[in-house]
């Protein structure tokens, strides 16, 4: 798997292209009907599974898997179908050179997949996330649940549970280079720039609205103590 943060231990190097394999790359794909469905496959059901087995010729490889097997834990299912696109496909070339809100799509990779952050060796492992580690990070109102997270996940697949999050579509604005020709370097230095801008926008326009229902909310705990309810207290 791709790593998703930098390692703070690196014993490994991974390397990817910036550059699609042509110029006019991106708008013939962009322009396929079947790309345009494939973004919108549900690949945690198992029709979903098989359309993008399908997509990444690899559909022979991934009936061979399923033969026999039930779906009573389709977590793991989704998981394997990862590692077999990744090891078998030879169609994995989508070449992203920027994508604004990384972390979210990262996050939600992080859920399908069940795994703990590794810091060191990034490995994405598969049922490795635990209650524990929701206890070890802090999380704010985190409460104890009785299940585990591969249980939750494998009932959102199964729609036992609805999670909005991980199941609806998601927008994604991608920036490509129109040439071979281009300067990395500063390409990467202007898409620096622009990530810092949206960043700054995000914030800036966040800032008004806490503050605005703080102040809301404030006023109308005030409204709540009148002169006779203080004297019942």
């Known amino acids: 798997m791709i790593r998703l943060n930098p390692q703070q231990v690196q014993t490994k190097q991974v390397t990817h292209t910036f550059f699609p394999p042509e110029d006019d790359y991106f708008l013939t794909l962009y322009s396929k009907k079947e790309f345009q469905l494939f973004l919108e496959t549900n690949a945690t059901t198992t ?41 078998f496909s030879n169609n994995d070339n ?39 580690h929701f206890k070890l990070a802090g999380v704010p109102h985190y409460k104890e649940s009785n299940s585990s997270p591969i249980e939750i996940l494998n009932s959102i697949i199964k729609k036992a549970y609805d999670a909005p999050m991980l199941m609806n579509h998601i927008q994604v604005q991608i920036l490509h280079p129109t ?15 622009m990530s810092n801008w949206i960043s700054t926008n995000k914030k800036l326009s966040a800032e008004p609205t806490i503050s605005k229902r703080l102040a809301e909310d404030f006023s109308q705990i005030l409204t709540l103590s009148t002169p006779d309810n203080r004297r019942t207290l």
């Open 179 to 193: 040439n071979n020709q281009l300067d990395i370097g500063s390409s990467m230095k202007i898409l620096k720039h």
């Open 94 to 132: 989508l070449w992203i050179s920027f994508v604004e809100g990384l972390h979210r799509h990262a996050a939600i990779l992080m859920c399908l997949t069940c795994s703990e952050f590794d810091y060191e060796d990034n490995n994405l492992v598969h049922d490795s996330l635990t209650n524990k």
């Open 47 to 87: 029709t979903g599974m098989q359309d993008v087995a399908k997509y990444y010729n690899v559909g022979d490889i991934w009936n061979d898997y399923i033969q026999g097997k039930s779906f009573e834990n389709p977590a793991w299912h989704y998981f394997m179908l990862l590692k077999i696109v990744k090891f």
